[in-house]
């Protein structure tokens, strides 16, 4: 089963790494593939660089063996859409091996304003993750598509290529990246927010306002 967890990780933090953990652990799967977006369709401007947030993940990955990097969106010109890398991942795993993208309930929320989005569950499983903040509308067009294909356990995942969509509620650290910009921004320590080495190396560029002088 190949299992990938996108997002900006603008910059990656705990949040981010102790989920990809708990995906390893909940859905007994050796290795997790984190997809930094080149160009998130949804958002603005990051506050960092592709190649800069790349380089933070890197170091924060060192000694993680059942994490990695798929840098793929990253390569690809212009705006990422989830659509086109679960095709393309698709064609390198061939039909039947069980495909797996994971999205918070906060993206899944307007999953259906995703480029092909009707495409998606043909191509892939989808986890949903539980994360705080307001339910889904039951009467949402997301809503109805997890009821029409929810299932409760990672054996059904496993037993199919793609289609099924499975929720989630694992333990979560309330962390976000808007808080760690802003944080750094206002000349406030990040710290054990994210690990030490991709605060050195924010400090080092001097990105998101941090001054490469100030506290540590
Ligand atoms: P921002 O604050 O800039 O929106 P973020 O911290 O929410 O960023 P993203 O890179 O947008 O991080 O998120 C990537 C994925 O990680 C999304 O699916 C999001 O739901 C999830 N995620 C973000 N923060 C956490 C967290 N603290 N715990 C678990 N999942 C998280």
Redesign the pocket.
């Known amino acids: 089963m190949h299992v990938i967890y996108g997002?900006?990780?603008?910059p990656i933090?705990h949040?981010?790494l102790r989920?990809a953990i708990e995906l390893c652990d909940r859905l007994e799967v050796e290795r997790v593939s984190l997809v930094p977006c080149h160009i998130p369709p949804h958002r603005g401007d990051t506050g960092a660089s592709a190649s800069q947030r790349l380089q933070l993940m890197e170091l924060a990955l060192q000694g993680e063996p059942r994490l990695y990097i798929d840098d793929r969106e990253l390569l690809r010109a212009g705006a990422s859409y989830t659509a086109d890398t679960l095709r393309q991942l698709r064609e390198e795993l061939g039909p039947d091996q069980p495909l797996v993208m994971v999205?918070?309930t906060?993206?899944f929320a307007g999953f259906d304003r995703w480029r092909e989005w009707e495409r998606i569950p043909e191509l892939a499983h989808i986890v949903v993750?539980r994360?705080p903040g307001p339910a889904l509308d039951p009467e949402s067009t997301p809503a109805r598509l997890l009821a029409s294909r929810r299932v409760e356990d990672v054996e059904s995942l496993r037993g199919t290529p793609a289609g099924c969509i499975l929720e989630l509620d694992p333990p979560?650290?309330?962390?976000?990246?808007?808080g760690i910009r802003e944080r750094i921004a206002a000349g406030r320590s990040p710290r054990y927010l994210i690990p030490d080495s991709v605060w050195e190396e924010i400090r080092r560029l001097g990105l998101y306002g941090a001054c490469p002088d100030g506290n540590f």
């Open positions: 997002g900006t990780f603008d933090h949040g981010h989920l999205v918070g906060d993206a993750v994360r979560l650290l309330d962390i976000s990246a808007t």
